[in-house]
RNA sequence: GACGAAGUAGCACAAUGGUAGUGCACAAGAUUGUGGAUCUUGUGGUUGCGGGUUCGAGCCCCGUCUUCGUCCCCA
């Protein structure tokens, strides 16, 4: 049997055309990320594993990649009676990059008391793939330390949504809620807190299984239909309410409960501040969204679009993860783009113009001229700024023209010993078949002008 | 992890249980310093893998692997 020439499962290999794509996208982020005064970090692909367990909930403990021991600790774990999952692995693959920067920043007390932080880089899951769905994926985080203020969660929403913005993709709404909200809108309900993370899955569902689906989910999980048709009363947002008014309508809801009040302030304010951002007409209030990550503590956002079933990126306040790695707390609040997911979004929307990659020119020669010559006519162009690719051999002509339009340049040059003897290029535009004996400079001028 | 569909040439797809084809792509050629069009010719397949039924299997049956959907969950 022939070995498999695929990528592993959920993994790709990205081809020129493809990668530049990306990196389009990735310079846009990075840009508008930078405006924000957001500076670049890069953590390790591995991380201890002690680092990664009990952040995620139990799922994401599942989806971790894990490492298993080298040589002769390896060989030892596995003579042991009884030997566990646990005792086999001591390193893993990072499963996002929220928790990376939680220990970087514990590990690094000399950073700004405010340090506003991007990073760009893949990610690990052991998931199952499925559309816009990789067992490595990249995601683009900011995340600002060392504030309580809202206006950390404003920053945040406000750069993502002006990268959307800026990559031509408005079909967007950041949702928005709160996980003291959720806490108390389930002990509202009756719900026992101990039911807490289940309740959140099947709620976080109601919009794409509606009411009847998640009251069945709920009384599956062993939740009572008159309480989970008492939350669900409670999250349900009345038909033409406004963002206002559904957050009036929480208030008067829960007037009793003093957290919830806090919390729906926060929101409040929060909102007022992304009217003056860029996130403003692409937010909305959703009681309903819960997002499965355990770490966050206040606000908490998510990306949606008519144009993608899932989440395009996702964030919000984490207050205690800092604290795990570190004797005290540091709040933090960040904001990711689902990078893959937003490509396939704008792909699909025909958001990418022309973007080029390969040579500019490729030089055709003969055999009657030095090689020497041809690669000082290339550098030549080089020096100019040019991307030159030399053909290699010397086939007839039309063969090496026939290559250079197969590969995607819009000009030739053919250097022949005539040519050589003058110090020129016979300079072709493959569109309109035009062709101009040139010197190397102006060659060069010719092309980049084009 | 659950369910469904599909695996045939590099790619896209055909083939009432009876000799595996078509298009694109690729290669060569139509007076050797000029590509795209057309034409001619040609290369290319143990039909995903392993069993079974049959005189005979790409086709039917079982298993297995892979891929793609949907669910679950997520970015």
């Known amino acids: 049997m022939a070995i498999s020439t695929k990528p592993p499962s959920g993994m790709r290999d990205f081809l020129p055309a493809e990668l530049a794509r990306r990196r389009y996208v990735i310079e846009t982020i990075q840009q508008t990320y930078e405006k924000y005064g957001f500076v670049p970090v890069e953590t390790p692909s591995i991380e201890n594993l002690s680092t990664l ?3 995620y909930g139990d799922e994401g403990d599942q989806l971790l990649f894990r490492i298993l021991h080298r040589r002769d600790k390896l060989a030892r774990a596995l003579e042991t009676p ?6 086999l692995a001591d390193l893993g693959l990072r499963y996002d990059l929220t928790v990376p920067l939680a220990r970087l920043i514990a590990n690094n007390p000399e950073l700004p008391k405010f340090f506003k932080r991007y990073q760009i880089q893949p990610v690990w899951r052991a998931d199952r793939p499925g559309r816009g769905r990789f067992r490595e994926f990249w995601q683009c985080d900011v995340d600002i330390t060392g504030s309580k203020s809202l206006i950390a ?9 002006e990268v959307l913005l800026n990559l031509g993709f408005s079909n967007f709404e950041i949702h928005l809620n709160h996980r003291q909200l959720l806490k108390c809108l389930i002990k509202a309900a009756g719900i026992a807190l101990e039911n807490e993370a289940l309740t959140l899955v099947a709620v976080d569902k109601l919009d794409k299984i509606g009411i009847e689906g998640v009251e069945k989910e709920l009384e599956q999980r062993g939740i009572s239909a008159a309480q989970s048709r008492a939350l669900l009363e409670l999250i349900q947002r009345p038909c033409g309410l406004d963002e206002a008014g559904e957050l009036q309508r929480l208030k008067q809801a829960l007037s009793d409960n003093s ?12 909102t007022s501040l992304l009217d003056s951002s860029k996130a403003a007409g692409h937010y909305c209030i959703d009681a309903s969204l819960a997002r499965g990550l355990g770490y966050y503590t206040g606000p908490i ?25 570190k004797g005290s707390e540091i709040p933090a609040v960040g904001f990711s783009i ?11 929307k025909g958001l990418f113009g022309q973007i080029s990659c390969g040579p500019d020119i490729v030089i055709c020669h003969f055999d009657d001229v030095a090689d020497s010559a041809v690669i000082e006519a290339a550098n030549s162009l080089r020096q100019h700024g040019v991307k030159v690719e030399i053909y290699p051999e010397t086939p007839k002509l039309g063969k090496q023209i026939a290559y250079a339009e197969s590969i995607g340049a819009t000009w030739v040059a053919i250097m022949g010993a005539s040519e050589a003897a003058e110090k020129v290029l016979s300079l072709k535009h493959l569109v309109s078949g035009e062709q101009h004996k040139l010197n190397y400079t102006d060659t060069a001028a010719r092309i980049l002008n084009n």
Request: glycine fraction near 16%; charged fraction near 25%; proline fraction near 0%.
């Open 338 to 348: 689902g990078f893959e997911r937003l490509l396939l979004v704008l792909e699909e």
């Open 259 to 270: 957290e919830a009040i806090t919390a729906i302030a926060q929101l409040e304010t929060l």
């Open 53 to 55: 367990l009990g952040k």
């Open 153 to 161: 969660e404003a920053e945040v929403c406000s750069a993502v949504s």
């Open 82 to 87: 009884e030997v566990g999952e646990k005792d």
């Open 301 to 325: 956002f998510e990306i949606r679009s008519s144009d993608f079933s899932g989440s395009l990126g996702g964030g919000g306040r984490y207050d205690g993860l800092i604290g795990m790695f």
